[in-house]
T-cell receptor
Framework: DTGVSQNPRHKITKRGQNVTFRCDPI?????LYWYRQTLGQGPEFLTY????????KSRLLSDRFSAERPKGSFSTLEIQRTEQGDSAMYLC?????????????FGQGTRLTVV | AQSVAQPEDQVNVAEGNPLTVKCTYS??????LFWYVQYPNRGLQFLLK??????LVKGSYGFEAEFNKSQTSFHLKKPSALVSDSALYFC?????????????FGAGTTVTVRA
């Protein structure tokens, strides 16, 4: 499968624990995005990378959230001291090229449940 | 700030009838507009996009969408709906003026096509 891959698919964690998600974009895609989706809502932008540089972070992204893309390939999203409000589907997407007109391809997401 | 509105939470049509899913947008510059579809337990799949040129764009699975600048709309259409088109549909926008790569999504419209 050459699509965007996300792991794990599901994660249940206790409140206060740290979690880390991984995203492997489509090969050679230089841009990588993280979104969060809650039930009944559209995906909400969190952050995005161009190669290894993190170019934009949403103001909604608290300091408990951090993302990296160390070599411009895979990316990780870490949530520290999880809260019940962090329960959501976390989506990763990637796109290729320099034009904002290129479409992004999404992974199947990681569903986080904080208990 | 860019935003998208999908005024209908649900659309119900009979198989074989035309399907329309409405979307209006707000950007400070010119928009790049996208439609995605989400099936249960699947990631978002790209359907079509408007970048420039012809206001009527055609996409996957027989879908098309019409860009209307004066009404700031980008409605998704299919002449003859299938039961398999039942899914959650999202409209999204990028703001060309700010060369912005993040997508802003609407809340989604659930389409149900009855046999």
């Amino acid at each position: 499968d050459t699509g965007v891959s996300q792991n794990p698919r599901h994660k249940i964690t206790k409140r206060g624990q740290n979690v880390t998600f991984r995203c492997d974009p489509i090969s050679e895609h230089n841009r990588l995005y993280w979104y969060r989706q809650t039930l009944g809502q559209g995906p909400e932008f969190l952050t995005y990378f161009q190669n290894e540089a993190q170019l934009e972070k949403s103001r909604l992204l608290s300091d408990r959230f951090s993302a990296e893309r160390p070599k411009g390939s895979f990316s990780t999203l870490e949530i520290q001291r999880t809260e019940q409000g962090d329960s959501a589907m976390y989506l990763c997407a990637s796109s290729f090229g320099s034009s904002p007109g290129t479409e992004a391809f999404f992974g199947q997401g990681t569903r986080l449940t904080v208990v | 700030a860019q935003s998208v509105a999908q005024p209908e939470d649900q659309v119900n049509v009979a198989e074989g009838n035309p399907l329309t899913v409405k979307c209006t947008y707000s950007v400070s510059g010119n928009p790049y507009l996208f439609w995605y579809v989400q099936y249960p337990n699947r990631g978002l799949q790209f359907l079509l996009k408007y970048i420039t040129g012809d206001n009527l764009v055609k996409g996957s699975y027989g879908f098309e969408a019409e860009f209307n600048k004066s009404q700031t709309s980008f409605h998704l259409k299919k002449p003859s709906a299938l039961v398999s088109d039942s899914a959650l549909y999202f409209c999204a926008v990028r703001d060309l003026r700010h060369n912005d790569y993040k997508l802003s999504f609407g809340a989604g419209t659930t389409v149900t096509v009855r046999a």
